[in-house]
Structures are given as C-alpha cells and as structure tokens.
Nanobody, 130 residues
Framework: QVQLVESGGGLVQAGDSLRISCEAS?????????????MGWFRRGPGREREFVAA????????NYADSVKGRFTISRDNAKNTVYLQMNSLKPEDTAVYYC??????????????????WGQGTQVTVSS
C-alpha cells in the first residue's frame, strides 16, 4: 500500500506562482519503489469534474500536460525524496481547485486518465484570487 500526501497549497493572487508537492510513503516503501511509479496530478474545481493536469513517467523522461496548463505548469520528480512536484506559474482564477496526486506502479508512461492510477492522495487546496 502506498500513501500519498500533498502539501504546499494556499491562497495566491492571479499571476503568482506556487509549487505543490506530493510525497509517497508506505510501511516498506523505498526510493527504489517510488522510482517504479508513474505519477500524475489531477484537480477538481468548484462545480467541475475531476480533470487531468500533468503526468510524469517513472524515469521522468516523459511528461504530459493538459492544454489549459501547458507552458505555465511543470511537473517534476525527485526519486531520492519520493516526491513529485507541480510548479505552477502565471496562475489564473480558473486554476482554483483541489489538486490531487496519483500513482501507478510499473508504468514508464505519463498517463492521462484517472482510472489508470492505483493510489490517490487526499488533495491540497489551491485558491487563486483575481
């Protein structure tokens, strides 16, 4: 079992930047284990469905982004720290959402669909004021 804990959310103004993090852990979870997981970020805004934001393969060599965040957000990972990051620049009010990280084992692809992921975090709130 893998636990994912997001952090770094908060209230910012439009145009600001914010970096959120997701740390993976488990009873016998190691940095090697984390390096075998593809990771993704999804979000659910007020009155909206959950949507894909960004994903990264286990090696970090492949990434995917939603069109709405391309050029503004960057996903990265530090396998030594069991952590995946989402750097968000030029934030807009429509980026307001609860951001969730997700993990899937044994996949060296950047997956886009929620059902492809095995584990989910509890989410971190990001609010962008205009």
């Amino acid at each position: 079992q893998v636990q994912l804990v997001e952090s770094g959310g908060g209230l910012v103004q439009a145009g600001d930047s914010l970096r959120i993090s997701c740390e993976a852990s488990g009873r016998t979870f190691s940095s090697y284990d984390f390096s075998t997981y593809g990771m993704g970020w999804f979000r659910r805004g007020p009155g909206r469905e959950r949507e894909f934001v960004a994903a990264i393969s286990w090696s970090g060599g492949s990434t995917n982004y939603a069109d709405s965040v391309k050029g503004r957000f960057t996903i990265s990972r530090d396998n030594a720290k069991n952590t995946v990051y989402l750097q968000m620049n030029s934030l807009k009010p429509e980026d307001t959402a609860v951001y969730y990280c997700a993990a899937v084992r044994g996949v060296d692809y950047a997956l886009l669909r929620p059902y492809e992921y095995d584990f989910w975090g509890q989410g971190t709130q990001v609010t962008v004021s205009s």
